[in-house]
């Protein structure tokens, strides 16, 4: 069945996983998303079941006001969602958002185990194909903070300059990415199997303590005044802070940088890493030149985005010289070769903008820049 035609039938719809399921079904093109939360009525869910292809069952409740709710939300619920996809002769796949609580004897986790299973014998009764998911904390974007999620609480408490209340740093998560569960999740549209329970893992899991996951994000928030960019290489590292930006207050979306001005024009820094080095945008007037400096091991490369100039390098020993005109026209980027000598002249009859990448972050200690007119 094309992804266009299968109804999908998920609840929960207005949760966070289910925000997110439903734009990345859209994305992939599966249309026909028969939506359900508290304000579907039973009739309107009786339509849903008797219509559906699959189901994505992703409601219940994980925070109530009281112990009896865990039972209201997980296992009645799922009973009654069960009871009516019985009417459907295609006997629709399940795909059921579980909790590693399942594991566990607390309240929460006994009624995730129940509403398992009352779906194992949906399974059974109806030769349908259930899939279970025992998920562990899951964070990402539109996950609501001060509710179940330590990653969205930490993200939005830092992001808003709150004070983040840690009991104790050396507890131990398992944290999952929302983009990882849905592309497991949505995987099994496509899936081969004809019946049967079968419990499926998230591959991608990351683990940690509480107060390293504090440690991590804090880091963020700083990130806009050091100018430095997180380590991208890590995977979890990235994912986070993906995370963290989402709980931006609207009003901090942009930040001010430090412009460094003279009369020769301005130095301005734009981002950091000490993996991937340094970038900076130089505005130079009419005229003038810049540089004459060159390095043993720091490699650099400018790109002029507005203007025109003329980049002009010396071999340190042979005294070889080497010109390169360039402009906004050409958009062309200029490898700086350690052992030249080099500098940036405005040719132009306005301001050159010229965007500059090193390849380290500029260390006091030891600059590898020595100046030397070209």
Not at 45 to 60: N, S
Not at 177 to 185: G, N, T
Request: glycine share 6%; proline share 3%; hydrophobic share 35%.
């Amino acid at each position: 069945m094309k992804g266009s035609d299968m109804q999908i039938l998920i609840t929960g719809s207005d949760g966070f996983i289910g925000r997110n399921l439903i734009v990345e079904l859209q994305n992939k093109g599966f249309k026909r998303l028969l939506l359900c939360n508290r304000e579907t009525t039973l009739e309107r869910l009786k339509d849903y079941t008797d219509e559906c292809d699959v189901v994505f069952h992703l409601a219940g409740i994980n925070r109530p006001k009281e112990e009896e709710e865990y039972h209201r939300g997980n296992v009645e619920f799922t009973r009654i969602l069960v009871d009516l996809l019985k009417d459907n002769p295609k006997s629709p796949m399940v795909l059921f958002s579980s909790s590693v609580q399942a594991g566990k004897d607390n309240a929460y986790g006994k009624s995730k185990r129940q509403a398992e299973q009352i779906l194992k014998e949906y399974a059974h009764e109806r030769s349908a194909l259930v899939i279970i998911y025992r998920l562990p904390n899951v964070f990402g974007k539109w996950c609501k903070p001060n509710y179940n999620s330590v990653v969205s609480t930490f993200c939005y408490q830092i992001a808003h300059n709150e004070d983040i209340r840690i009991d104790r740093k050396e507890a131990r998560i398992t944290l999952a990415y929302i983009d990882d569960i849905l592309r497991a999740i949505i995987g099994q549209l496509v899936s081969s199997r004809a019946s049967g329970v079968v419990y499926q893992e998230i591959p991608e899991l990351y683990h940690l303590t509480v107060g390293e996951l504090a440690d991590i994000i804090k880091k963020f928030k700083d990130f806009r005044y050091n100018l430095e960019i997180p380590n991208l290489s890590n995977i979890l590292e990235k994912k986070l802070y993906a995370t963290y930006l989402s709980y931006l207050p609207e009003n901090e979306f942009k930040y001010p940088l430090k412009m460094n001005l003279d009369q020769r024009g301005s130095f301005t820094e734009f981002l950091r890493s000490k993996e991937k080095g340094q970038i900076s945008i130089n505005v130079t007037k009419p005229g003038i030149t810049k540089g004459n400096h060159w390095h043993h091991t720091k490699v650099e490369k400018f790109l002029v985005v507005k203007g025109k100039a003329l980049i002009r390098l010396r071999h340190m020993i042979t005294g070889k010289m080497i010109e390169c005109s360039v402009s906004e026209a050409d958009f062309e980027v200029v490898d700086i070769p350690v052992g030249y000598t080099h500098n940036i002249t405005n040719v132009g009859q306005e301001d050159l903008v010229t965007v500059m990448w090193t390849n380290e972050m500029f260390d006091s200690e030891n600059p590898d820049t020595y100046y030397e007119d070209v």
